[in-house]
């Protein structure tokens, strides 16, 4: 049996088409826990109208998603735990082929799968992963921060199943950070547990506007550097091997902290978290361009991010 967690918050036009994408899986032994985390719309109303015994809703007041997985992660009654972002959604074959890894792989913990994006116009696109280190379809994830450092992220929140005991022994979902919370979670599952991964794509990572290069972030970032710290912490236990991918993975955090800030026009932000990134990867190349383009004129900022986007 598999517990599927779901975070609420104010998604009363998605919840009902992400929790019909679970109740039409191939692999049915589930329950599902609607972590209510104080919406303020019709979301649980939305939920309610869903007619089966397998959901049960779970009520707190607002305090972040990473509080409401944790919620969800105590409430569950199972030891596999799959996680569901309430606007996204999955195949039908997702639960089917992360129990299957969870059979195929039971030295692992972590069970993650293949995933793409949809944005609000229904288009399509694949993710990249470069490195994997098997052939097949799936395989075990041995080297997670080769991978997550120079492709898209590896594990993605709706396309990953754990362990119970594993995510409450690295201490769930950290609270109290504004972005960068899942980062930092697979990060430490990473470095205490193994992963098994299949390439197959079973989760649709649906994208709102605020991923556009010309779009304000939906969530710009803490202004303490917590994730750094914390991901720091995790050096005393990779051998030299995993150092340098370790290192890169630091800088393409830091990359990502470089183009939100570029974004909207924060200029001693843009070049502090660059500088960071360099430090940590100094052939990351791309930063050295957004630093250079946040000094330039908003109006010839806003042309290159016209050309960049029509070509996304």
């Not at 007619?51 to 992660?73: E, L, T, Y």
């Not at 990060?187 to 779009?215: E, G, M, P, W």
């Amino acid at each position: 049996m598999i517990s599927v967690v779901i975070p609420l918050y104010n998604k009363e036009k998605q919840i009902a088409n992400t929790l019909h994408s679970v109740l039409r899986q191939t692999f049915q032994n589930f329950e599902i826990v609607v972590v209510d985390d104080g919406s303020t719309d019709n979301s649980v109303q939305e939920v309610e109208k869903v007619n089966d015994i397998r959901i049960r809703i779970v009520h707190q007041k607002n305090a972040g998603v990473s509080a409401a997985r944790n919620k969800g992660i105590e409430e569950a009654k199972y030891d596999l735990i799959a996680f569901l972002d309430a606007d996204d959604k999955w195949k039908e074959e997702c639960l089917e082929t992360q129990y299957y890894l969870f059979q195929k792989y039971p030295q692992c913990s972590v069970y993650a799968c293949g995933y793409e994006f949809s944005d609000s116009n229904g288009n399509v696109s694949g993710t990249i992963i470069r490195k994997l280190p098997f052939q097949g379809e799936d395989g075990i994830l041995s080297n997670y921060f080769e991978v997550a450092s120079c492709s898209h992220p590896p594990i993605w929140t709706s396309a990953v199943m754990v362990k119970k005991d594993a995510i409450q022994a690295i201490g769930g979902f950290p609270v109290g950070i504004k972005s960068g919370e899942d980062l930092l979670t697979w990060a430490r599952l990473a470095t205490h547990y193994s992963i098994a991964y299949c390439r197959k794509v079973q989760a649709i990572f649906i994208q709102d506007f605020s991923h556009n290069i010309n779009q304000v972030p939906s969530r710009l970032h803490d202004n303490s550097d917590i994730v750094e710290i914390e991901l720091i912490k995790l050096l005393s236990f990779l051998d030299s091997s995993q150092r340098k991918h370790f290192y890169h993975y630091l800088s393409l955090w830091f990359k990502m902290r470089t183009s939100v800030y570029l974004r909207i026009y924060d200029i001693r932000h843009t070049w502090k978290y660059g500088l960071k990134s360099i430090r940590y990867n100094i052939t990351n190349y791309k930063v050295y361009f957004m630093m250079f383009m946040v000094l330039l004129p908003r109006s010839v900022q806003q042309i290159i991010k016209d050309k960049y986007a029509s070509h996304e």
